[in-house]
Protein backbone atom coordinates (compact mmCIF):
# COMPACT_ATOMS: atom_id res chain seq x y z
CA UNK A 1 0.00 0.00 0.00
CA UNK A 2 1.27 3.52 -1.01
CA UNK A 3 2.48 6.22 1.78
CA UNK A 4 3.18 9.66 1.16
CA UNK A 5 6.83 9.37 2.89
CA UNK A 6 8.04 10.42 -0.65
CA UNK A 7 5.63 11.93 -2.87
CA UNK A 8 7.64 11.03 -6.36
CA UNK A 9 8.54 7.29 -5.09
CA UNK A 10 6.19 4.18 -3.50
CA UNK A 11 4.08 4.12 -6.49
CA UNK A 12 4.80 -0.08 -7.01
CA UNK A 13 1.61 -0.97 -8.86
CA UNK A 14 -0.17 1.92 -9.25
CA UNK A 15 2.67 2.61 -12.17
CA UNK A 16 0.48 0.77 -14.21
CA UNK A 17 -2.30 2.93 -13.63
CA UNK A 18 -0.56 5.14 -16.17
CA UNK A 19 0.69 2.79 -18.27
CA UNK A 20 -2.29 0.70 -18.37
CA UNK A 21 -4.07 -1.72 -16.43
CA UNK A 22 -2.75 -5.67 -16.75
CA UNK A 23 -5.43 -6.55 -19.21
CA UNK A 24 -3.51 -4.17 -21.81
CA UNK A 25 -6.18 -0.92 -22.27
CA UNK A 26 -4.82 2.31 -21.13
CA UNK A 27 -6.89 4.40 -18.46
CA UNK A 28 -8.37 7.49 -20.57
CA UNK A 29 -8.36 9.61 -17.87
CA UNK A 30 -8.90 10.78 -13.88
CA UNK A 31 -11.69 10.97 -12.40
CA UNK A 32 -13.21 11.81 -8.66
CA UNK A 33 -16.58 12.16 -9.36
CA UNK A 34 -18.74 8.84 -9.80
CA UNK A 35 -20.99 10.81 -11.75
CA UNK A 36 -18.63 11.49 -14.28
CA UNK A 37 -17.23 8.51 -15.04
CA UNK A 38 -16.49 7.22 -18.59
CA UNK A 39 -15.50 4.39 -20.20
CA UNK A 40 -12.04 2.98 -19.19
CA UNK A 41 -11.92 5.87 -16.21
CA UNK A 42 -9.93 5.06 -13.39
CA UNK A 43 -11.98 6.33 -9.94
CA UNK A 44 -10.01 7.61 -7.41
CA UNK A 45 -12.54 7.29 -4.24
CA UNK A 46 -11.82 10.30 -1.91
CA UNK A 47 -13.30 10.90 1.64
CA UNK A 48 -15.06 14.25 1.78
CA UNK A 49 -16.42 16.29 4.56
CA UNK A 50 -19.96 15.76 3.00
CA UNK A 51 -19.90 12.89 0.53
CA UNK A 52 -16.96 9.46 0.72
CA UNK A 53 -16.22 8.93 -2.52
CA UNK A 54 -16.00 5.07 -1.57
CA UNK A 55 -19.88 4.56 -1.38
CA UNK A 56 -19.94 5.52 -5.24
CA UNK A 57 -16.95 3.14 -6.42
CA UNK A 58 -20.20 0.67 -7.98
CA UNK A 59 -21.59 3.68 -9.63
CA UNK A 60 -18.53 4.82 -10.98
CA UNK A 61 -17.95 1.49 -13.11
CA UNK A 62 -21.32 1.23 -13.83
CA UNK A 63 -20.37 4.64 -15.99
CA UNK A 64 -17.74 2.84 -17.13
CA UNK A 65 -14.45 2.82 -15.11
CA UNK A 66 -12.08 0.21 -15.52
CA UNK A 67 -10.26 0.88 -12.83
CA UNK A 68 -10.56 2.09 -9.26
CA UNK A 69 -8.15 3.60 -6.49
CA UNK A 70 -9.16 3.42 -2.73
CA UNK A 71 -8.25 3.00 0.91
CA UNK A 72 -11.29 -0.13 0.84
CA UNK A 73 -12.54 -1.86 -1.92
CA UNK A 74 -16.24 -3.09 -2.14
CA UNK A 75 -16.81 -6.72 -3.61
CA UNK A 76 -18.80 -7.86 -5.79
CA UNK A 77 -17.22 -5.61 -8.70
CA UNK A 78 -16.43 -7.10 -12.04
CA UNK A 79 -13.84 -9.10 -12.52
CA UNK A 80 -12.05 -7.07 -15.76
CA UNK A 81 -12.01 -3.68 -13.32
CA UNK A 82 -8.46 -3.02 -12.04
CA UNK A 83 -8.14 -2.32 -8.53
CA UNK A 84 -5.65 -0.29 -6.56
CA UNK A 85 -5.96 -0.37 -2.18
CA UNK A 86 -3.59 2.62 -0.82
CA UNK A 87 -3.24 3.82 2.50
CA UNK A 88 -4.71 7.49 1.44
CA UNK A 89 -6.72 8.11 -1.52
CA UNK A 90 -5.09 11.48 -1.72
CA UNK A 91 -1.71 10.98 -1.25
CA UNK A 92 -1.92 8.62 -3.93
CA UNK A 93 -3.37 10.72 -6.59
CA UNK A 94 -1.10 13.06 -5.92
CA UNK A 95 1.99 10.92 -6.24
CA UNK A 96 0.31 10.00 -9.66
CA UNK A 97 0.39 13.29 -10.42
CA UNK A 98 4.19 13.96 -9.50
CA UNK A 99 5.09 10.74 -11.63
CA UNK A 100 3.29 11.88 -14.37
CA UNK A 101 4.49 15.37 -14.71
CA UNK A 102 8.28 14.04 -13.99
CA UNK A 103 7.90 11.69 -17.03
CA UNK A 104 6.87 14.96 -19.35
CA UNK A 105 9.81 17.69 -20.89
CA UNK A 106 7.28 20.35 -20.73
CA UNK A 107 7.57 23.83 -18.68
CA UNK A 108 5.18 24.49 -16.49
CA UNK A 109 4.14 27.98 -15.13
CA UNK A 110 2.31 28.24 -12.00
CA UNK A 111 0.10 31.10 -11.01
CA UNK A 112 -1.35 32.21 -7.66
CA UNK A 113 -2.69 35.69 -6.02
CA UNK A 114 -5.45 36.82 -3.78
CA UNK A 115 -7.43 38.36 -6.62
CA UNK A 116 -7.28 37.32 -10.40
CA UNK A 117 -5.46 34.57 -11.12
CA UNK A 118 -7.70 32.49 -12.76
CA UNK A 119 -7.96 35.57 -15.02
CA UNK A 120 -4.58 35.64 -14.98
CA UNK A 121 -4.46 31.63 -16.00
CA UNK A 122 -7.02 32.14 -19.29
CA UNK A 123 -4.66 35.12 -20.39
CA UNK A 124 -1.41 33.58 -19.65
CA UNK A 125 -2.47 30.14 -21.39
CA UNK A 126 -3.85 32.42 -24.46
CA UNK A 127 -0.80 33.82 -25.02
CA UNK A 128 1.49 30.90 -24.95
CA UNK A 129 -1.08 28.53 -26.80
CA UNK A 130 -0.12 31.29 -29.68
CA UNK A 131 2.67 28.85 -30.20
CA UNK A 132 2.62 26.25 -28.27
CA UNK A 133 1.09 23.20 -27.42
CA UNK A 134 -0.80 24.31 -24.07
CA UNK A 135 -2.31 22.45 -21.45
CA UNK A 136 -3.96 24.63 -18.65
CA UNK A 137 -6.34 24.39 -15.25
CA UNK A 138 -9.87 24.06 -16.35
CA UNK A 139 -12.01 26.53 -13.87
CA UNK A 140 -10.34 26.93 -10.88
CA UNK A 141 -9.21 23.21 -10.29
CA UNK A 142 -6.45 24.66 -8.05
CA UNK A 143 -6.42 22.75 -5.27
CA UNK A 144 -4.68 20.03 -4.01
CA UNK A 145 -6.96 17.69 -5.79
CA UNK A 146 -7.68 20.16 -8.77
CA UNK A 147 -3.88 20.23 -9.27
CA UNK A 148 -3.17 16.85 -9.69
CA UNK A 149 -6.25 15.92 -11.95
CA UNK A 150 -4.90 18.38 -14.16
CA UNK A 151 -1.68 17.10 -14.44
CA UNK A 152 -3.05 13.81 -15.27
CA UNK A 153 -4.48 14.86 -18.44
CA UNK A 154 -0.84 15.98 -20.01
CA UNK A 155 0.40 14.08 -23.26
CA UNK A 156 3.28 14.36 -25.03
CA UNK A 157 2.42 16.52 -27.36
CA UNK A 158 2.66 19.12 -24.74
CA UNK A 159 5.13 21.49 -24.25
CA UNK A 160 3.80 24.14 -21.35
CA UNK A 161 1.15 23.81 -18.79
CA UNK A 162 -0.31 26.33 -16.88
CA UNK A 163 -1.60 25.52 -13.62
CA UNK A 164 -3.36 28.08 -11.10
CA UNK A 165 -2.32 27.36 -7.21
CA UNK A 166 -4.99 28.43 -4.78
CA UNK A 167 -4.73 28.17 -0.95
CA UNK A 168 -6.38 28.20 2.22
CA UNK A 169 -3.33 27.74 4.76
CA UNK A 170 1.10 27.71 4.69
CA UNK A 171 2.48 24.88 3.07
CA UNK A 172 -0.09 23.90 0.59
CA UNK A 173 1.57 25.80 -2.37
CA UNK A 174 4.82 24.52 -1.34
CA UNK A 175 2.89 21.24 -2.07
CA UNK A 176 1.46 21.96 -5.12
CA UNK A 177 4.89 22.86 -6.52
CA UNK A 178 6.75 19.36 -5.16
CA UNK A 179 3.93 17.80 -7.34
CA UNK A 180 4.05 20.21 -10.07
CA UNK A 181 7.48 21.32 -10.62
CA UNK A 182 7.28 24.56 -12.23
CA UNK A 183 10.11 26.47 -13.69
CA UNK A 184 8.05 29.93 -14.18
CA UNK A 185 5.87 31.19 -11.22
CA UNK A 186 3.65 34.39 -11.20
CA UNK A 187 2.56 36.23 -8.28
CA UNK A 188 -0.65 38.78 -9.37
CA UNK A 189 -1.24 40.12 -5.55
CA UNK A 190 -1.78 39.92 -2.27
CA UNK A 191 -4.90 40.67 -0.50
CA UNK A 192 -7.11 40.63 2.68
CA UNK A 193 -8.41 37.07 1.68
CA UNK A 194 -9.05 33.71 3.69
CA UNK A 195 -7.75 36.23 6.75
CA UNK A 196 -9.69 34.29 9.34
CA UNK A 197 -7.37 31.43 8.69
CA UNK A 198 -4.06 33.03 8.35
CA UNK A 199 -4.56 36.28 10.84
CA UNK A 200 -2.30 38.83 8.74
CA UNK A 201 -1.90 40.09 5.38
CA UNK A 202 1.79 39.41 6.10
CA UNK A 203 0.86 35.38 6.82
CA UNK A 204 -0.82 35.56 3.31
CA UNK A 205 2.45 36.93 1.68
CA UNK A 206 4.39 34.24 3.30
CA UNK A 207 1.98 31.75 2.30
CA UNK A 208 2.02 33.15 -1.65
CA UNK A 209 6.00 33.34 -1.72
CA UNK A 210 5.63 29.68 -1.38
CA UNK A 211 5.37 29.40 -5.16
CA UNK A 212 8.61 31.69 -6.09
CA UNK A 213 10.92 30.10 -3.14
CA UNK A 214 10.41 26.91 -4.83
CA UNK A 215 11.13 28.02 -8.19
CA UNK A 216 14.48 26.28 -9.53
CA UNK A 217 17.55 29.19 -10.10
CA UNK A 218 17.44 29.03 -13.85
CA UNK A 219 13.44 29.59 -13.69
CA UNK A 220 11.58 32.88 -13.51
CA UNK A 221 9.65 34.22 -10.80
CA UNK A 222 6.84 37.49 -12.28
CA UNK A 223 6.10 39.70 -9.69
CA UNK A 224 3.63 42.93 -9.54
CA UNK A 225 6.35 45.56 -8.82
CA UNK A 226 3.45 47.78 -7.77
CA UNK A 227 2.23 45.59 -4.85
CA UNK A 228 5.22 45.71 -2.02
CA UNK A 229 4.24 42.69 -0.89
CA UNK A 230 4.62 40.73 -3.59
CA UNK A 231 7.58 42.89 -4.84
CA UNK A 232 9.30 41.49 -1.50
CA UNK A 233 8.74 37.94 -3.00
CA UNK A 234 11.90 38.64 -5.16
CA UNK A 235 14.10 38.42 -2.18
CA UNK A 236 12.81 34.36 -1.61
CA UNK A 237 13.44 33.14 -4.75
CA UNK A 238 16.58 31.72 -6.40
CA UNK A 239 15.28 32.56 -9.64
CA UNK A 240 15.68 35.15 -11.94
CA UNK A 241 12.96 37.94 -11.28
CA UNK A 242 10.59 40.01 -13.83
CA UNK A 243 8.35 42.68 -12.15
CA UNK A 244 5.06 43.83 -14.07
CA UNK A 245 3.06 46.95 -13.03
CA UNK A 246 2.62 50.33 -13.79
CA UNK A 247 5.48 52.18 -12.43
CA UNK A 248 8.32 52.79 -14.65
CA UNK A 249 10.82 50.48 -12.64
CA UNK A 250 8.85 47.72 -13.88
CA UNK A 251 10.34 45.19 -16.52
CA UNK A 252 7.09 45.16 -18.30
CA UNK A 253 4.94 48.31 -17.70
CA UNK A 254 1.43 49.37 -18.76
CA UNK A 255 -1.23 51.62 -18.66
CA UNK A 256 -4.89 52.36 -19.63
CA UNK A 257 -5.52 53.43 -23.05
CA UNK A 258 -9.29 54.07 -23.02
CA UNK A 259 -12.11 51.90 -21.31
CA UNK A 260 -15.19 51.11 -23.09
CA UNK A 261 -16.93 50.27 -19.61
CA UNK A 262 -18.65 46.33 -20.48
CA UNK A 263 -17.19 46.82 -23.56
CA UNK A 264 -13.42 45.85 -22.67
CA UNK A 265 -10.45 48.43 -22.30
CA UNK A 266 -7.33 49.16 -23.75
CA UNK A 267 -3.92 48.86 -22.19
CA UNK A 268 -0.18 49.97 -23.33
CA UNK A 269 2.31 47.87 -22.89
CA UNK A 270 5.73 49.11 -22.61
CA UNK A 271 8.96 46.91 -22.52
CA UNK A 272 13.02 48.90 -22.74
CA UNK A 273 12.36 48.42 -26.46
CA UNK A 274 8.80 48.87 -28.19
CA UNK A 275 5.27 49.38 -27.04
CA UNK A 276 2.16 47.94 -28.44
CA UNK A 277 -1.72 49.00 -27.73
CA UNK A 278 -3.54 46.14 -26.84
CA UNK A 279 -7.75 45.98 -26.80
CA UNK A 280 -8.93 43.40 -24.63
CA UNK A 281 -12.35 42.21 -24.20
CA UNK A 282 -12.21 42.37 -20.02
CA UNK A 283 -14.19 44.90 -18.12
CA UNK A 284 -12.58 46.66 -15.60
CA UNK A 285 -8.94 48.55 -15.21
CA UNK A 286 -7.88 46.47 -12.39
CA UNK A 287 -7.45 43.97 -15.15
CA UNK A 288 -4.43 45.74 -15.96
CA UNK A 289 -2.24 43.68 -13.85
CA UNK A 290 -3.37 40.19 -15.32
CA UNK A 291 -2.81 41.57 -18.98
CA UNK A 292 1.07 42.41 -18.01
CA UNK A 293 1.47 39.00 -16.36
CA UNK A 294 0.31 37.29 -19.14
CA UNK A 295 2.12 39.12 -21.54
CA UNK A 296 5.57 39.42 -19.44
CA UNK A 297 5.36 34.77 -19.70
CA UNK A 298 5.26 34.99 -23.23
CA UNK A 299 7.92 37.91 -23.57
CA UNK A 300 10.49 35.83 -21.43
CA UNK A 301 9.57 32.56 -23.60
CA UNK A 302 10.87 33.92 -26.38
CA UNK A 303 7.34 35.38 -27.87
CA UNK A 304 7.41 38.63 -29.71
CA UNK A 305 5.38 41.77 -28.11
CA UNK A 306 3.43 41.88 -31.34
CA UNK A 307 2.62 38.19 -31.00
CA UNK A 308 1.35 38.68 -27.54
CA UNK A 309 -0.89 41.66 -27.94
CA UNK A 310 -2.50 39.82 -30.97
CA UNK A 311 -3.04 36.69 -28.27
CA UNK A 312 -4.46 39.01 -25.95
CA UNK A 313 -6.90 40.95 -27.87
CA UNK A 314 -8.22 37.18 -28.81
CA UNK A 315 -8.34 35.58 -25.60
CA UNK A 316 -11.43 33.90 -25.12
CA UNK A 317 -11.54 34.56 -21.11
CA UNK A 318 -14.76 32.75 -19.24
CA UNK A 319 -15.87 36.29 -16.92
CA UNK A 320 -17.75 35.16 -13.86
CA UNK A 321 -19.35 38.98 -13.74
CA UNK A 322 -22.06 39.11 -16.44
CA UNK A 323 -24.96 41.20 -17.43
CA UNK A 324 -28.60 40.59 -17.24
CA UNK A 325 -31.25 43.12 -18.87
CA UNK A 326 -33.22 43.91 -15.90
CA UNK A 327 -36.58 45.85 -15.06
CA UNK A 328 -37.80 49.09 -16.89
CA UNK A 329 -34.54 48.50 -18.86
CA UNK A 330 -32.36 48.34 -16.91
CA UNK A 331 -29.04 46.49 -16.21
CA UNK A 332 -27.89 44.18 -14.03
CA UNK A 333 -24.28 43.75 -13.49
CA UNK A 334 -24.40 40.07 -11.83
CA UNK A 335 -21.06 39.60 -9.85
CA UNK A 336 -22.48 36.97 -7.09
CA UNK A 337 -20.04 34.35 -7.25
CA UNK A 338 -18.06 35.91 -4.16
CA UNK A 339 -16.51 39.03 -2.95
CA UNK A 340 -13.04 40.13 -1.37
CA UNK A 341 -12.70 43.96 -0.61
CA UNK A 342 -10.61 44.55 -3.28
CA UNK A 343 -12.98 42.33 -6.19
CA UNK A 344 -16.05 44.60 -4.54
CA UNK A 345 -13.80 47.52 -5.23
CA UNK A 346 -12.73 46.66 -8.81
CA UNK A 347 -16.32 46.17 -9.31
CA UNK A 348 -17.65 49.39 -7.72
CA UNK A 349 -14.38 51.25 -10.31
CA UNK A 350 -16.35 49.39 -13.53
CA UNK A 351 -19.73 50.32 -12.73
CA UNK A 352 -18.46 54.14 -11.93
CA UNK A 353 -17.42 54.06 -16.06
CA UNK A 354 -21.05 53.22 -17.08
CA UNK A 355 -23.61 55.28 -18.63
CA UNK A 356 -27.02 56.34 -16.35
CA UNK A 357 -27.92 56.56 -12.89
CA UNK A 358 -25.52 53.91 -10.66
CA UNK A 359 -26.93 51.75 -8.19
CA UNK A 360 -25.78 48.76 -5.81
CA UNK A 361 -27.03 45.80 -4.18
CA UNK A 362 -23.79 45.02 -1.90
CA UNK A 363 -23.93 42.41 1.48
CA UNK A 364 -21.27 40.53 3.65
CA UNK A 365 -17.76 39.85 2.75
CA UNK A 366 -17.02 36.68 4.51
CA UNK A 367 -13.36 35.43 6.11
CA UNK A 368 -11.65 38.17 6.58
CA UNK A 369 -10.99 37.39 10.48
CA UNK A 370 -9.70 41.10 11.97
CA UNK A 371 -9.93 43.06 9.18
CA UNK A 372 -13.74 42.59 8.69
CA UNK A 373 -14.86 45.35 10.31
CA UNK A 374 -12.57 47.63 8.39
CA UNK A 375 -12.71 45.81 4.84
CA UNK A 376 -16.75 46.56 5.07
CA UNK A 377 -16.06 50.49 6.28
CA UNK A 378 -13.36 51.09 3.44
CA UNK A 379 -16.39 49.25 0.88
CA UNK A 380 -18.94 52.08 2.08
CA UNK A 381 -16.95 54.72 1.62
CA UNK A 382 -15.62 53.89 -1.91
CA UNK A 383 -19.34 53.22 -2.89
CA UNK A 384 -20.47 56.85 -1.46
CA UNK A 385 -18.50 58.57 -4.12
CA UNK A 386 -20.15 57.39 -7.36
CA UNK A 387 -23.72 55.83 -6.77
CA UNK A 388 -26.93 57.02 -6.39
CA UNK A 389 -28.75 54.83 -4.26
CA UNK A 390 -27.11 52.09 -2.29
CA UNK A 391 -28.42 49.03 -1.04
CA UNK A 392 -27.28 46.25 2.00
CA UNK A 393 -28.44 43.03 2.76
CA UNK A 394 -26.20 41.05 5.88
CA UNK A 395 -24.49 41.66 8.98
CA UNK A 396 -21.46 43.38 8.07
CA UNK A 397 -23.69 44.49 4.94
CA UNK A 398 -24.74 46.73 7.53
CA UNK A 399 -21.21 47.99 7.76
CA UNK A 400 -21.39 49.34 4.25
CA UNK A 401 -24.22 51.02 4.28
CA UNK A 402 -23.31 53.20 7.35
CA UNK A 403 -19.87 53.99 6.26
CA UNK A 404 -21.42 55.11 2.95
CA UNK A 405 -24.01 57.38 4.75
CA UNK A 406 -20.66 58.87 7.34
CA UNK A 407 -19.41 59.61 3.78
CA UNK A 408 -22.14 61.76 2.16
CA UNK A 409 -24.35 59.05 0.88
CA UNK A 410 -27.83 60.27 1.11
CA UNK A 411 -29.54 57.58 -0.30
CA UNK A 412 -28.99 54.08 1.51
CA UNK A 413 -31.83 51.15 1.86
CA UNK A 414 -31.16 48.89 5.26
CA UNK A 415 -32.46 45.38 3.82
CA UNK A 416 -33.55 42.53 5.71
CA UNK A 417 -33.55 39.99 3.15
CA UNK A 418 -32.74 38.51 -0.31
CA UNK A 419 -36.71 38.44 -0.82
CA UNK A 420 -37.31 42.57 0.24
CA UNK A 421 -33.90 43.27 -1.62
CA UNK A 422 -36.28 42.33 -4.89
CA UNK A 423 -38.92 43.47 -4.23
CA UNK A 424 -37.46 47.27 -3.25
CA UNK A 425 -35.09 47.02 -6.46
CA UNK A 426 -37.77 46.40 -9.21
CA UNK A 427 -40.12 49.07 -8.55
CA UNK A 428 -36.41 51.49 -8.20
CA UNK A 429 -34.37 50.92 -11.21
CA UNK A 430 -35.53 52.82 -14.36
CA UNK A 431 -34.34 52.65 -18.18
CA UNK A 432 -30.99 53.20 -18.32
CA UNK A 433 -29.88 52.03 -14.75
CA UNK A 434 -27.30 50.14 -13.94
CA UNK A 435 -27.24 47.72 -10.87
CA UNK A 436 -24.28 45.74 -9.38
CA UNK A 437 -25.21 43.28 -7.17
CA UNK A 438 -22.57 41.44 -5.13
CA UNK A 439 -21.37 39.82 -1.97
CA UNK A 440 -19.78 36.44 -0.43
CA UNK A 441 -20.86 33.36 -1.72
CA UNK A 442 -22.91 32.59 1.18
CA UNK A 443 -24.97 34.98 0.73
CA UNK A 444 -26.74 33.79 -2.12
CA UNK A 445 -27.55 36.96 -3.82
CA UNK A 446 -27.98 35.28 -7.59
CA UNK A 447 -31.18 34.52 -6.06
CA UNK A 448 -32.37 38.33 -6.15
CA UNK A 449 -30.52 38.13 -9.48
CA UNK A 450 -32.84 35.68 -10.85
CA UNK A 451 -35.75 37.48 -9.24
CA UNK A 452 -34.91 41.06 -11.18
CA UNK A 453 -33.75 39.42 -14.81
CA UNK A 454 -36.31 40.66 -17.26
Not at 69 to 92: C, I, K, M, W, Y
Not at 192 to 207: F, K, N, Q, V, Y
Not at 287 to 308: I, K, M, S, T, Y
Request: some cysteine; hydrophobic content about 45%; proline content about 5%.
Amino acid sequence: MLGMQDITSGLGPMLQAINGPQQGRPFARVTIDSRQAQADDLFVALPGERHNGHDFIAHAVAGGATGVLAEHLPTGLPPDVTLFRVDNSLAALQALAAYWRARHELKVIGITGSLGKTTCKELTAAVLASRFAVLKSEANLNTEIGLPITLLQLHPDHQRAVLEMGMYGPGEIRLLCRIAQPQMGVVTNVGPIHMERLGSLDAIALAKAELVESLPPEGTAFLNGDDPLVAAMAQRSAARIVTFGATQECDIRGSVVASAGLGGVTYRLTTDDESVDVATALPGRHNLHNVLAAAAVGLADGLPLRQVAVALENADVPLRLRTVAGPNGSTIIDDTYNASPASMLAALDLLAELPGRHLALLGDMLELGAYEEEAHRLVGQRAARDLHALYVVGQHGQLIGQAAQEAGQHEVHFLRSREEAAAILRKALGRGDHLLVKASRALALETVVEELAD
